[in-house]
């Protein structure tokens, strides 16, 4: 039995960024999702999406909305969370230049807006490992880059020039980019079968 039923339910955080963006993704998927805004809704889903945004927004208002804590803990007790862009910050656990503490559960550091004002926003061609298919078409928006990687963790996708934008650690999954503003749904497919597995898991 999983916390959102028999499927696997994915939240998605809902407080600020484009959530919306990622429920229609998932939607298109196949794939249920609800939105997380509370401890309760926290508590019934099976794995969570920290949608783009601003980091600095979505830091104040898990503090506000008192969510930064539950969420660590149910991260730590093994739930799967993918951050994208914004998300993948909040993952970091280590951001200089953030002036809230992000959640700091995977072992990364990010630099904000990497990629300076005159590439604000760019598209580029990536090859995602373990992705078949070819090529992901990526947007990059204000994007953040992974600048290191701690040693449990994997390097799924660079760009050109070796820079880290994509990674997982186990069942944390981080994204410079943003799959939820493409028609490809591989990235959330990945993740719904993170969720599936996990959930499988648990209930073995
Ligand atoms: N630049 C934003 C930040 O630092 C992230 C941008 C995005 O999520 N598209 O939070």
Known sequence: MTAGGTRPLIGVLALQGDFREH?????????????VRT?????A???????????????RLLLAYELMEPLR???HAGMPIWGTCAGAILLANDVPGLDRPP?????????????????DSFEADLDVSGL????????????PVITR???????????????VVAARE?????????????????????????VADAARTEAA
């Open 73 to 75: 803990e149910r991260i």
């Open 45 to 59: 889903v099976d794995g969570l999406i920290i949608p783009g945004g601003e980091s600095t927004t979505i830091a």
């Open 132 to 143: 078949e298919g070819g090529p992901m078409h990526a947007v990059f928006i204000r994007a």
């Open 170 to 194: 186990g069942r944390l999954l981080a994204t410079s980019f943003h799959p939820e503003l493409t028609q490809d749904g591989r990235m959330h497919l990945l993740f719904a079968a993170m």
């Open 23 to 35: 429920e229609a993704a998932l939607a298109a998927c196949g794939t249920a999702s609800a939105e």
């Open 103 to 119: 959640l700091g559960v995977m072992d990364i550091s990010v630099a904000r807006n990497a990629f300076g004002r005159q590439i």
């Open 39 to 43: 401890r309760a809704q926290l508590e």
């Open 149 to 163: 990687v701690g040693p449990g963790v994997d390097v799924l996708a660079r760009l050109s020039d070796g820079r």
